[in-house]
């Protein structure tokens, strides 16, 4: 070895024991460089295995503790109360604490009993916020008999992603568990200066970017229409409380469909705005880096006045100052009060991947009604389809991927998340092979698998592309003279948890929002039927080819009935207005 030519240069090779310790010496430090390369990785992921073995022990500990503090000294009147406060829709809670019939450790109290059922029947709360009851207190001391702040006393839920002073924001991984944050998410921090409280932080996928809501840390989260499916991700809890009513709003984020994919799948409303008009500051975004992908922050809420209540709350100059770079823009009721006719296009199949039968069936229902209302409706055609499928993950993907394989090195993945992780590890070399042998199989397949940056150049150029593609979506808008457009929220309803890592495809469906950055909201609209199931069967209908992506989600997708079916709203950026505008006429039509 070199070593063994350097160090005779400064010993005598007469002198044995001498020459015998070196090399001694020498194989030591060789054997212990091997072992250290070698199973360092295993320590690591023993370390990780602990972590998450003290953090579960911690987290049950903390249920037990309020499961015995809520459940004790019950008597008629707390649980009539309880009762009451929990049948209140968002307005009438409002309207209740603003008027002191309830107070804020009242509600409180109401919604800590509600979102620790739930989530025993879910899995979707990560952690209670214990010092939610003093500031719940605080709030009554402060003001009582006074005027009060818009959201006095409202208890909300907090996805796992959004930094809070003293607790971890995990996102599902090992490796950043025990590690609590310094400081408040500007949102949160905002909403409770308004007299918010939240009270409970909620799960997400490992590392975020996928929509089975389900980690190593916290476990799977279930729908709560049906707990063996998704409620989507990477916002699958706070959708999944609030939809089986243990919150009273939610908030998240979306990078690809992060709010909206979790709405249609819970069966309730949330819109992403456009990017510069609502940001926040202090979060783990999924993807730091990303290339021109608008990431969106907002609200879930069960209609659309609460989101539109919330929005107008949030979009003024204090928090304006409070997350640089928004657009200083407030909202505007009086556009969303218009009664004007607009001209609305609509598509269910965006030209990458047709929408199931019940995610169509529920876009056509809505265009008639429209119809009906007097609107003007116009098909419209995704232009490029899958050119812009290949800039959507190369802008989700700019590096290749590595920084969610280190995210994910040494921790032990997640059941319904390894075929994803696996895919992740595939040389882009090999990709490119697969690309062609996947696209006589399946054309989508064969598109995901050779959309990769392969060095600078193409990242530029892809930049490039970006900027060329918005322009040629908004040139085909302004050409028919659109106002607005109706489209599947999501390709498929709710799926078993196992199926998620294969499906990709489907967030096409969401992302391609993100990539223009317009705003886009999703409605809740009706449920799969028993005719939505049989027509599965004939899924893609006059398809008679083979694909295996068809395929799959025949399976994943059956037996879907009674769960929950939305559509989605598009605008133009900044338009945000118009949207909520156009979500409130569909929700009213559709009741």
């Given at each position: 070895?070199?070593?063994?030519?350097?160090?005779?240069?400064?010993?005598?090779?007469?002198?044995?024991?001498?020459?015998?310790?070196?090399?001694?010496?020498?194989?030591?430090?060789?054997?212990?460089?091997?072992?250290?390369?070698?199973?360092?990785?295993?320590?690591?992921?023993?370390?990780?295995?602990?972590?998450?073995?003290?953090?579960?022990?911690?987290?049950?500990?903390?249920?037990?503790?309020?499961?015995?503090?809520?459940?004790?000294?019950?008597?008629?009147?707390?649980?009539?109360?309880?009762?009451?406060?929990?049948?209140?829709?968002?307005?009438?809670?409002?309207?209740?604490?603003?008027?002191?019939?309830?107070?804020?450790?009242?509600?409180?109290?109401?919604?800590?009993?509600?979102?620790?059922?739930?989530?025993?029947?879910?899995?979707?709360?990560?952690?209670?916020?214990?010092?939610a009851v003093q500031w719940a207190s605080d709030l009554d001391a402060k003001y009582?008999?006074?005027?009060?702040?818009?959201?006095?006393?409202?208890?909300?839920?907090?996805?796992?992603?959004?930094?809070?002073?003293?607790?971890?924001?995990?996102?599902?991984?090992?490796?950043?568990?025990?590690?609590?944050?310094?400081?408040?998410?500007?949102?949160?921090?905002?909403?409770?200066?308004?007299?918010?409280?939240?009270?409970?932080?909620?799960?997400?996928?490992?590392?975020?970017?996928?929509?089975?809501?389900?980690?190593?840390?916290?476990?799977?989260?279930?729908?709560?229409?049906?707990?063996?499916?998704?409620?989507?991700?990477?916002?699958?809890?706070?959708?999944?409380?609030?939809?089986?009513?243990?919150?009273?709003?939610?908030?998240?984020?979306?990078?690809?469909?992060?709010?909206?994919?979790?709405?249609?799948?819970?069966?309730?409303?949330?819109?992403?705005?456009?990017?510069?008009?609502?940001?926040?500051?202090?979060?783990?975004?999924?993807?730091?880096?990303?290339?021109?992908?608008?990431?969106?922050?907002?609200?879930?809420?069960?209609?659309?006045?609460?989101?539109?209540?919330?929005?107008?709350?949030?979009?003024?100059?204090?928090?304006?100052?409070?997350?640089?770079?928004?657009?200083?823009?407030?909202?505007?009721?009086?556009?969303?009060?218009?009664?004007?006719?607009?001209?609305?296009?609509?598509?269910?199949?965006?030209?990458?991947?047709?929408?199931?039968?019940?995610?169509?069936?529920?876009?056509?229902?809505?265009?008639?009604?429209?119809?009906?209302?007097?609107?003007?409706?116009?098909?419209?055609?995704?232009?490029?389809?899958?050119?812009?499928?290949?800039?959507?993950?190369?802008?989700?993907?700019?590096?290749?991927?590595?920084?969610?394989?280190?995210?994910?090195?040494?921790?032990?993945?997640?059941?319904?998340?390894?075929?994803?992780?696996?895919?992740?590890?595939?040389?882009?070399?090999?990709?490119?092979?697969?690309?062609?042998?996947?696209?006589?199989?399946?054309?989508?397949?064969?598109?995901?698998?050779?959309?990769?940056?392969?060095?600078?150049?193409?990242?530029?150029?892809?930049?490039?592309?970006?900027?060329?593609?918005?322009?040629?979506?908004?040139?085909?808008?302004?050409?028919?003279?659109?106002?607005?457009?109706?489209?599947?929220?999501?390709?498929?309803?709710?799926?078993?948890?196992?199926?998620?890592?294969?499906?990709?495809?489907?967030?096409?469906?969401?992302?391609?929002?993100?990539?223009?950055?317009?705003?886009?909201?999703?409605?809740?609209?009706?449920?799969?039927?028993?005719?939505?199931?049989?027509?599965?069967?004939?899924?893609?209908?006059?398809?008679?080819?083979?694909?295996?992506?068809?395929?799959?989600?025949?399976?994943?997708?059956?037996?879907?009935?009674?769960?929950?079916?939305?559509?989605?709203?598009?605008?133009?950026?900044?338009?945000?207005?118009?949207?909520?505008?156009?979500?409130?006429?569909?929700?009213?039509?559709?009741?």
């Amino acid at each position: 070895m070199f070593t063994d030519g350097f160090l005779a240069l400064l010993y005598n090779e007469d002198d044995s024991r001498v020459w015998a310790l070196v090399k001694c010496c020498n194989a030591a430090f060789w054997l212990v460089a091997v072992c250290y390369w070698t199973f360092k990785p295993w320590g690591l992921v023993n370390i990780h295995r602990e972590v998450v073995k003290n953090k579960r022990k911690l987290r049950q500990k903390q249920f037990d503790s309020m499961t015995a503090e809520l459940n004790s000294n019950v008597d008629s009147t707390l649980s009539k109360k309880r009762e009451t406060i929990l049948a209140m829709s968002f307005t009438d809670l409002r309207n209740a604490l603003q008027k002191e019939d309830y107070s804020a450790s009242e509600a409180l109290d109401a919604y800590r009993f509600k979102a620790l059922q739930v989530q025993m029947e879910i899995n979707c709360v990560t952690e209670f916020v214990v010092e939610a009851v003093q500031w719940a207190s605080d709030l009554d001391a402060k003001y009582k008999g006074k005027s009060k702040p818009a959201l006095f006393g409202i208890p909300f839920s907090v996805k796992e992603n959004y930094y809070m002073k003293g607790y971890d924001c995990t996102v599902g991984l090992a490796k950043r568990s025990m590690q609590p944050m310094t400081s408040d998410n500007s949102f949160v921090a905002f909403l409770r200066s308004q007299g918010g409280v939240p009270f409970v932080r909620t799960n997400v996928p490992q590392a975020l970017i996928s929509f089975v809501c389900s980690n190593t840390v916290y476990g799977t989260t279930g729908n709560p229409f049906n707990k063996e499916r998704t409620p989507g991700g990477s916002s699958g809890g706070e959708a999944a409380l609030l939809a089986a009513d243990g919150s009273a709003f939610g908030i998240g984020s979306d990078l690809a469909g992060s709010l909206r994919i979790p709405a249609a799948m819970c069966g309730i409303v949330t819109i992403k705005p456009t990017a510069a008009r609502l940001r926040a500051e202090g979060a783990a975004t999924g993807m730091p880096g990303r290339g021109r992908l608008g990431l969106g922050y907002g609200f879930f809420t069960k209609t659309v006045d609460e989101q539109i209540f919330l929005l107008e709350t949030t979009l003024t100059p204090d928090y304006f100052d409070r997350s640089l770079g928004m657009a200083p823009l407030p909202l505007m009721k009086k556009e969303i009060e218009s009664k004007s006719k607009l001209r609305i296009g609509y598509f269910t199949d965006d030209g990458f991947l047709p929408a199931t039968p019940g995610c169509a069936r529920v876009v056509t229902e809505t265009v008639r009604k429209l119809e009906d209302a007097g609107h003007v409706l116009i098909p419209f055609n995704v232009p490029q389809p899958e050119a812009a499928l290949k800039l959507l993950l190369k802008c989700l993907f700019p590096d290749g991927g590595q920084f969610l394989r280190d995210s994910y090195a040494h921790e032990d993945v997640d059941q319904h998340l390894k075929q994803f992780v696996t895919m992740l590890k595939v040389p882009n070399v090999i990709r490119k092979m697969m690309s062609y042998l996947l696209l006589p199989l399946c054309r989508q397949m064969g598109i995901m698998s050779g959309a990769y940056v392969s060095d600078l150049n193409d990242l530029r150029l892809t930049q490039e592309a970006v900027d060329a593609y918005i322009f040629e979506f908004g040139a085909q808008w302004k050409e028919l003279e659109l106002d607005a457009l109706v489209c599947p929220a999501f390709a498929i309803p709710p799926v078993p948890h196992h199926y998620p890592s294969q499906l990709g495809a489907c967030a096409f469906s969401t992302g391609l929002f993100n990539l223009l950055d317009y705003p886009a909201g999703v409605v809740p609209v009706g449920h799969v039927t028993d005719e939505d199931d049989a027509a599965l069967q004939s899924f893609p209908e006059g398809f008679n080819g083979t694909n295996l992506l068809y395929a799959l989600i025949k399976k994943a997708a059956a037996k879907s009935r009674g769960l929950p079916l939305a559509v989605q709203i598009v605008t133009l950026p900044f338009r945000e207005e118009l949207c909520l505008r156009l979500m409130k006429e569909v929700e009213t039509l559709t009741k």
